[in-house]
């Protein structure tokens, strides 16, 4: 018998989905047609699986994709000239510059270069600064569906101390400012952060994403009685998709808890589609279709 309730980010997502569709058909019916230009740049086999998911998702719900696949040892000119070519095209709503780069590659510079109305990643650093000033309408993808989960199964957030394990661009920053939005108390940990484990114990609310189980592992005991615990970390072990945590040991301590896979995962991909068709809804304000 689990002791806990398990946070089921498929059924969250489908719903986020089928939002996105309702969306995405209202904004047909006014002359605007979704579009997601996606750049993927060599050939990484998971990043290839992640842009292909990403399309797939996309044709769903009646987003239209752009796909671009370019040379391992293309130039950051020849980046950023796609980039500014993409981001005059009017028929485009979203750029996604599939993460990581070759080496030859500036990220911050390539991803800087996205037009902050396209940016359905949320990772400029203007749309970074206008999170940071509560203004923020495209924001990232991974922490805007933890969110979701919180808001889906009424989880309140005001007042509780919330331990992110977690200091990435992408994940633990942005997650920081939208807790700190809804009141909570945060506090972010890192490889370099001394006494994680009573840290992790005091904490309402624990937010794993390590993503190396050579490094640390969640156990049941760093956690209090009654925590909720989201796993934001994918890792393989044994053959087997894995997070920081072993949900069945978990799950007997935590009131809520997130399953990998199954969990944040399914949420990350909802959101990249709630923000291409916000983006678009964007293009009709600025006069752009």
């Not at 390539?110 to 509560?134: F, Q, V, Y």
């Not at 044994?238 to 920081?244: F, N, Y």
């Amino acid at each position: 018998m689990l002791a806990g309730t398990k946070i089921d980010g498929l059924a969250v997502a489908s719903a986020v989905r089928q939002r996105v569709k309702k969306a995405v058909d209202e904004l047909k019916s006014q002359g605007i047609q979704p579009r997601l230009a996606t750049v993927l740049v060599g050939d990484d086999q998971a990043s290839a699986t992640y842009v292909k998911n990403k399309q797939k998702a996309c044709a769903e719900v009646g987003i239209l994709t752009r796909d671009h696949k370019l040379s391992p040892n293309i130039s950051q000119t020849e980046l950023n000239k796609l980039v500014d070519s993409l981001n005059q095209d009017e028929s485009v709503h979203g750029i996604l510059i599939q993460l990581p780069l070759p080496k030859q590659i500036d990220e911050f510079e390539a991803i800087s270069r996205i037009s902050p109305l396209k940016d359905i990643d949320g990772l400029t650093p203007h749309n970074a600064g206008l999170l940071a000033m509560k203004k923020a309408v495209l924001k990232a993808c991974t922490p805007s569906g933890i969110i979701e989960l919180f808001d889906h199964y009424q989880i309140e957030l005001e007042g509780k101390h919330v331990v992110i394990i977690n200091r990435s661009n992408l994940v633990g920053k942005p997650l920081y400012h939208l807790l700190l939005e809804r009141n909570a108390t945060v506090t972010t940990c890192h490889s370099k952060t001394k006494n994680l484990e009573k840290i992790c114990s005091g904490a309402d609310i624990v937010i794993t994403g390590v993503g190396d189980r050579s490094k640390f592992v969640l156990e049941p005991d760093m956690i209090k009685q009654g925590a909720i615990v989201i796993d934001v970390a994918t890792t393989r072990l044994d053959g087997k998709l894995v997070g920081d945590s072993d949900f069945d040991k978990i799950i007997q301590k935590a009131s809520y808890a997130s399953p990998v896979p199954g969990g944040v995962g399914p949420m990350t991909i909802a959101m990249l589609l709630k923000n291409t068709v916000t983006a678009a809804s964007l293009s009709k304000s600025f006069g752009r279709q």
